[in-house]
């Protein structure tokens, strides 16, 4: 089964500065989507960035980019110029063959003024 | 165009009641997914509906859930009865193809004491 790992709990990050959120992992799947969520205090969650496998060219969304290793099974998301509005729960996803959404257990980002 | 709706936002009942959710889908969207994230952990998938049909239902924990989404539009996720494990909250998302970007609702908090 899909395994999807996010290994920070909680990170912090200065107004306008940029932050890394990590993500790992596992499939034996060639073909797969990846994706970043972001679910702020109201709880909707809500898409941020999302990735083809079969896709060399990292996604970028404005300020939010991704930085995805197929081999090392990496999909790191940066937020550049960060502002309060990013303050939220950050999950990473994984949608394989099965159609199902493999999420990791989010990374609380606080935005510090 | 309005969003994927969750009904109630919380819920508390007692172990051994029983609880239903409703989940309206975005307009024309045909795939319907039901998740659960407890306290902490990862979100999970619960199972998947294409139109009327259980496309998936492999992450259903147990015969005390029981989902249905009669004519293809709005969903019911059913506890019955209760337990305290059961306590977390249930996401309901919702695609036009599968592949596609899954838009989600605010869930429904659910605590059983």
């Known amino acids: 089964a899909q395994t999807v790992t996010q290994s920070q709990p909680e990170m912090s990050v200065q107004e306008a500065e940029t932050v890394t959120l990590s993500c790992t992992y596992d499939t034996s799947e060639s073909d797969y989507y990846l994706f970043w969520y972001k679910q702020p205090p109201s709880r909707q969650m809500i898409l941020v960035i999302r990735q083809e496998a079969y896709k060399q060219q990292n996604a970028t969304e404005n300020r939010f980019s991704v930085n995805f290793q197929k081999a090392a099974k990496s999909f790191s998301l940066k937020i550049s110029d960060s502002q309060l509005g990013d303050a939220a729960m950050y999950f990473c996803?994984?949608?394989?063959?099965?159609?199902?959404?493999?999420f990791g257990t989010g990374t609380s980002l606080t935005v510090i003024p | 165009e309005a969003g994927v709706t969750q009904f109630p936002s919380h819920s508390v009942i007692e172990k051994g009641q029983t609880v239903t959710l409703r989940c309206d889908p975005i307009?024309?969207?045909?795939?319907l997914y039901w998740y659960r994230r407890v306290m902490g952990k990862e979100i999970k998938f619960l199972l998947h509906?294409?139109?009327?049909?259980?496309?998936?239902e492999s992450g259903m924990p147990n015969n005390r859930f029981l989902a249905e989404r009669t004519g293809g539009t709005y969903s019911t996720l059913k506890v019955q009865p209760a337990e305290l494990e059961d306590s977390g909250v249930y996401f309901c998302a919702s695609s036009q193809a599968i592949w596609d970007e899954q838009f989600f609702g605010p869930g429904t908090r659910l605590t059983v004491l």
């Open positions: 307009s024309g969207h045909d795939n």
């Open positions: 509906f294409v139109k009327e049909s259980k496309q998936d």
């Open positions: 996803a994984y949608n394989g063959a099965g159609n199902q959404f493999y």
